[in-house]
Each structure stands twice: as structure tokens, then as C-alpha cells.
């Protein structure tokens, strides 16, 4: 029985580690449609359709805040401010952002260690890294699609 539970545990943290790191990877959705990041996400916290062209869909998760701008095609932009307990966390998880980015043909325009800019053809990434007063640091992701 003991065996069972270390196994289980072990299962639980490797599923939740990577959600952890899907979770930082809102421009995957960019070009998807809504429907893609409601069945990610779940149900919106709130949602403005009042303008077609300008659909804002908020969620809320523990930790987590995400905003995605939709029209018609698709999304065509996205935002995330994720906070984590250290700063050790904060820069393990954006060293993995950074690296799949790079993976996925982005090129990296480092600013400083805490502002970063990626961009590939029809797509940018603005990411910044903040250290707050309670000692949790927050990263905030800005993507959006481009025309070039």
C-alpha cells in the first residue's frame, strides 16, 4: 500500500510540474480559436462581447490571471501574469519558456534579465519578470499576432 501511495504522489507532481509549464505558453493559442482556450482554461471568470471585433475573455486560477482578445478568426492576443513563491521558481519556469520559444523558431531580443522580447513571422512576445514587496515573484507575458 505504501508503494502505491509514493507512486501515486509521484504521478500527481509530474501531472501538475507539467501543467505548471503549459500554463506559461499563452501564445500557443494565439490564431486558435476560443473554444481552444475555454476547453484549456475553462469557464471565464468574465467575458466583454460587446465589441465582435474585440472579444476579451478573463480567467482567474490560483496564482494564474489570463486574458485572451479574440475576433471571428481567432485569437490575436494574449496576456498572462503568473506569480510564483521564489524567484528561483520565477526564472526555472521562464528559462523553460524561453528555451521551447527558441525551439519553436522565436528569436530572442534580451533587454535585461527582467524584459525579455521574442518575436517569429506573425507573431511577438513580450515578457517581463517582477520581484514583489511579499518576496513572490511574478511573470507577465504579452503575445500578440502581427502582420509581417
Not at 39 to 55: C, F, L, R, T
Not at 60 to 87: C, E, H, M
Not at 93 to 117: P, R, Y
Amino acid at each position: 500500500m505504501k508503494k502505491l501511495c509514493i507512486y501515486f504522489l509521484f504521478l500527481l507532481f509530474g501531472f501538475f510540474n507539467s501543467m505548471n509549464a503549459q500554463d506559461i505558453k499563452v501564445h500557443n493559442f494565439i490564431g486558435k480559436q476560443l473554444n481552444d482556450v475555454i476547453a484549456n482554461y475553462g469557464k471565464p471568470v468574465h467575458q466583454d462581447n460587446s465589441i465582435p471585433e474585440m472579444v476579451s475573455t478573463f480567467f482567474k486560477l490560483p496564482d494564474r490571471n489570463y486574458i485572451f482578445i479574440s475576433d471571428s478568426s481567432g485569437v490575436y492576443q494574449a496576456q498572462a501574469s503568473l506569480n510564483y513563491n521564489t524567484k528561483d521558481e520565477a526564472a526555472e519556469a521562464l528559462t523553460k519558456f524561453i528555451k521551447d520559444c527558441q525551439s519553436n523558431t522565436f528569436i530572442s531580443d534580451t533587454l535585461s534579465s527582467e524584459h525579455i522580447k521574442l518575436h517569429k513571422k506573425g507573431e511577438k512576445i513580450d515578457v517581463t519578470i517582477f520581484q514583489m514587496s511579499s518576496g513572490k515573484s511574478q511573470i507577465k507575458i504579452e503575445a500578440a499576432k502581427t502582420e509581417d
